[in-house]
């Protein structure tokens, strides 16, 4: 990988980051999906919680009658605690998931050989994979 890295010319690096707003609307403009809360790439939910949060916004919007700043609040009052949730998640996986160290790359490579083996994967990922977020019913 390294030998074919020295003559690569259409290389592309970028960094894994977060997206962390105090506030995901301002006046008539609201964020969903990576937008507002994008927990990243290492929490593989992107598409999942940006539907999530696609249809949250929708309900709210409907029950609010027009009153989009009443619709804004109650969507990021809703939707904020499950995504803080789930940044918090893949800012605790991001040490294991990207090791600093070849000993740490071993480790990781290690532990995650012995779980598939012993199919431990729900047993040490299970509270991340299970979310307690309820979408409501927006008829």
């Not at 006046?27 to 919680?49: F, K, Q, T, W, Y």
């Not at 071993?106 to 994979?129: C, D, K, P, S, Y």
Request: proline residues 3%.
């Amino acid at each position: 990988m390294l030998a074919a890295l020295e003559g690569a010319t259409d290389l592309y690096f970028d960094r894994v980051s977060q997206i962390l707003l105090p506030q995901w609307s301002k006046g008539r403009i609201a964020l969903v999906g990576d937008a507002c809360a994008c927990p990243s790439l290492l929490a593989g939910e992107g598409s999942s919680m940006a539907m999530a949060e696609g249809y949250t916004l929708a309900g709210e919007l409907k029950a609010a009658g027009g009153d989009y700043a009443r619709a804004f609040a109650r969507y990021e009052q809703r939707l904020r605690p499950y995504v803080e949730r789930k940044q918090k998640g893949a800012r605790g996986f991001a040490g294991s998931f990207v090791p600093k160290t070849a000993l740490g790359l071993w480790g990781r490579n290690v532990a995650i050989e012995a779980m598939t083996r012993l199919g431990l994967t729900r047993l040490a990922f299970g509270a991340q994979l299970n979310d307690n977020f309820a979408l409501r019913n927006n008829r």
